[in-house]
């Protein structure tokens, strides 16, 4: 990270202050293959691995915050409430369309 904020100076002119980890990855570097010695004159190889880390810096700050986000997500329930109501006064006035329905007649038992 401190070598990042150095190039981003050094060579882009960019102020640390204002500076934002953009994203960060970690990625398989390269294995050392080394040997242990085992019993009976066996060995055994053990793999040290090594790890490439990439940062990205960007001098944009994110000006998202709490209760931007609060106010977002207060709007789109919203919207999702005027959704099913107006479905809800849809399927009311669906309902008072059908037609009547005869009531069923039970059937006698003979014995």
């Known amino acids: 990270l401190k070598s990042a904020i150095a190039n981003a100076e050094n060579n882009a002119n960019l102020k640390p202050d204002g500076l934002v980890v953009k994203e960060a990855v970690v990625g398989e570097g390269p ?3 080394r040997i242990m010695p085992r019993a009976r004159g066996s060995a055994s190889r053990i793999l040290k691995r090594t790890s490439h880390i990439r940062i990205v810096l960007s001098d944009e700050i994110p000006i998202e915050t ?3 986000r ?3 997500r207060d709007q789109e329930k919203k919207a999702a409430k005027k959704e099913t109501k107006n479905e809800a ?3 009311a006035a669906t309902v008072t369309d059908k037609k009547s329905v005869k009531p069923r007649q039970s059937a006698k038992r003979k014995k």
């Open 31 to 33: 294995t050392l293959k």
């Open 66 to 68: 709490r209760e931007t």
């Open 70 to 72: 609060k106010a977002k």
């Open 89 to 91: 006064s849809e399927s």
